[in-house]
């Protein structure tokens, strides 16, 4: 089929002719190609149509793809669009891609947070002790976080001289002694997950947790006393004397 019949068949009123014409251009890398596609994506009005132009400019990187993508990331372009954008943009490791995708972490959307989140870790790892705190700020989404640590691609150094690995467990670690149970609860599950990550990409790691006083003891007392296992919170805030 000549691109003037592709041409002729995406602008028909038929949406499966559109949609049939834009599957038959997934074969073709010609440079005629990907401003079609970016053209379908922007301009046709069903939005099966504009997701299937859009998945296949994955095909076709170069840095007007990029700002194209880029574009389709504010509030006010359709939501899919938003999230299948972030997601092809993790092709596209540069400063600027991750900081288009940065404000996203807020968006209304879960599944277009997850998208970004997943990206970023792909992008960012270089820059993802600043980006640490605008993670952990969308880790509420059970979701989001499970996504984000199966897309953790671990360096072949040492996992503790990652710095997302690092800040993720000792922020893990410190709340793990916060008042707030839920906040506790939230950081084990965590610190489970981070092990279960690190296990699965190092069969042979271990994990390793130092204490300078043993509660072992103590923490069968508790489960004996209590039939559960359970950590003691002292509240010094509110003792007479210490």
Known sequence: MSPEDLRSRLASPDEDERYE??????????????????????????????????????????EETRRFLVSLLPESQPWSLTRLAATLLAAYPSDDTVDALVPLLDYFDVYTREAVIVSLTKLARPRLAGLLHALLRTELEERALREALRALDLPPGPPEQDPLLRGL??????????????????????????????????????????????FASAG?????????????????????RI
């Open 21 to 62: 014409a834009v599957e038959a251009l997934d074969p073709l890398r010609e440079a005629w190609v990907a401003p079609l596609l970016r053209h379908t994506v922007a301009v046709d009005p069903c939005r099966a149509v504009q997701r299937l132009a859009l998945e296949q400019l994955a095909h076709h990187p170069s």
């Open 169 to 214: 467990i000792a922020r893990s670690e410190a709340e793990l002694g916060d008042p707030d149970p839920a906040l506790r609860e939230r950081a084990l599950r965590r610190l489970t997950r981070l092990q279960a990550a690190i296990a699965e990409k190092l069969p042979k790691s271990k994990w390793f947790a130092y204490e300078p006083i043993d």
């Open 220 to 240: 069968t007392a508790y489960s004996l006393a209590y039939g559960a296992e359970v950590v003691p919170h002292v509240h010094l805030d509110k003792a007479r």
